[in-house]
Each structure stands twice: as structure tokens, then as C-alpha cells.
């Protein structure tokens, strides 16, 4: 559970569904690189296959073509390896925040001690000791995706993909959650692939963004980040709001000036 690594290559991976009217590509060939507990963001228009690749690294999605490692081993299904949180919080109504990020820990063989305990270390890291016994629906959006971040955190994943986890959460409560997920992720330090419609969030919190062009997708621009943390985009020297210019000039659908 604990050995830690996590380098991710997409190799010339094509990904092609079967659709109503004949073959459609979802990603185009496409090669990328996680290193080992870095955090990246992908931010593309809507439809153009960034939950594909994440599915696909997620072993959730068979590539069509080319292939994907973890540490050189092919991903060919899911694995305690590589969590996922997405933007629907998934947690089991039945279960209360405490059992729910219990259930996560179920496959370790760990002692019903060490489950709890362990499990309660989580709730605590991301502020929720006090309401582990609350079942979902008496939290509110913020606090189910903590416990979906404990959750998936509790047990250690090499890599971690969210897929628009914040998504649905006022502008508010997102800040919280970035401040949150930074902590906790700088402590766990999992490969994290972070997919966004948001192209502050994604200046805010990645070391590398990934922008992808519109259907069939594939990555059309890359940007390394090196601003230290806490960021802010406007801070006097930091090149932010220029690259947040950029790419939102390369998300601008081409025939927007017709409109
Ligand atoms: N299982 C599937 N069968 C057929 N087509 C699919 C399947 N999954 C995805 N697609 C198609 O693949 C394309 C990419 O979808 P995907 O959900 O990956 O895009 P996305 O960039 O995540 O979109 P959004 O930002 O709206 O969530 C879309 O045209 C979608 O309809």
C-alpha cells in the first residue's frame, strides 16, 4: 500500500467507439506522460475525449491502438493502483462518511481496528472528524467530496484522476477545495490527472496543463508551471493571466467571431 511511484505513459493511444452511425474516434492518437506525483490538468472543449483518456488510465476503457503503463506495467483494468473521483460524488447513501471511506480500505485485509482508525485519519486530514458518523445526504456538496477525497486518499492510489470534481460546487466552496486538495495531495503526493472546465482552477493548482483541441481530441498545447503555491493569478511577476489569455484564445471555438 504504501510504495510509492507512479509514472504514467499514454503511448500513441487511439481510443474509437462504436457509435449509432458507424466507428467515432474519442481520441485521437495520443502520447502523455504523468511523472511520478505530479499534478496536471487537462482542459478542452466539451466532447472532445478528456474523460476517454482519463477512463482509458483508469482501465475503466480499452485503447483502440498503442498502449498505457503504470511503473511499465500495461493497464488493462481497474486497480487499487490508480483511484478516481469524479464530479458525482459516488458515495453509498446507506453508508455514513466513516463506513463509506471504510468501504474504500475493504480489499487491504486490515483489522476492523486499523480499518477505523485509519479511516478516521482520513476524515480528519480533510476537516471532517466531527461529522463522520452523518450519512451523504445530511452533508452538503463541499463535505461529500471531501469524503470522497478521504476516501480515495485512505488508500494510498500511485495515481489519483478526477474528472471535474468540483464541478458542481459554488465558486466558494471550489477555493475551499482547491486549498484542501493541495494540502492533502501535498502530504499523499499521488500522480494526480485533473480534468477541468475551468481554466483558473486548472492555472491554480497544476505543474502541467494539457489543452486538448476539439473532437476527435487530441493535445494540441502544454504548459509547465513552476509558480510556487498558494498561487494567485494576478500576483505582480507571475506570467498567469497571460497564459490564461492563451489558452482560453485556443478554446474559443474558430468561428466565434461569425456569431
Ligand atoms: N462509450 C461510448 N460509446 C460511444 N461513444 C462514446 C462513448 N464514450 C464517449 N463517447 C464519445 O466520445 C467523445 C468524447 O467523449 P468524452 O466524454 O470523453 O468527452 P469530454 O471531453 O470528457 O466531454 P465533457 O467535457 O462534455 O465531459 C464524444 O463524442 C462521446 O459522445
Known sequence: METKQGHVHVDNVEIRFQ???GPVTALAPTTLELAPQTFTALI????????????????????????????GA???KP???????FQQYALFPWFSALDNVRFGLKRFGL????????????????????????????????????????????????VLLMDEPFGALDAQTRLVMHDLLMRVWQKHKATVLFVTH?????????DDVHVMSSAPGRLIRHYALAQPRPRALNR??????????????LLRPADATAL
Open 19 to 21: 457509435g449509432r452511425d
Open 236 to 249: 505582480a511577476g507571475s506570467d498567469l493571466l497571460d497564459i490564461r489569455e492563451d489558452i482560453l484564445g
Open 198 to 206: 475551468d481554466v483558473d482552477e486548472a492555472l491554480l493548482l497544476a
Open 111 to 158: 483489522s476492523k481496528r486499523e480499518e477505523v482508525d485509519r479511516a478516521r485519519a482520513a476524515l480528519d486530514e480533510v476537516g471532517l472528524s466531527a461529522h463522520a458518523d452523518k450519512f451523504p445526504q445530511a452533508l452538503s456538496g463541499g463535505m461529500k467530496q471531501r469524503v470522497a477525497i478521504a476516501r480515495t486518499f485512505a488508500f494510498g492510489p500511485k
Open 79 to 85: 486497480s487499487e493502483q490508480v483511484g478516481v473521483i
Open 44 to 71: 478542452g472543449p466539451s466532447g472532445c475525449g478528456k474523460s476517454t483518456l482519463m477512463n482509458a488510465i483508469g482501465g475503466f476503457v480499452t485503447p483502440s491502438s498503442g498502449r498505457i503503463t503504470l511503473d
Open 74 to 76: 500495461v493497464i488493462d
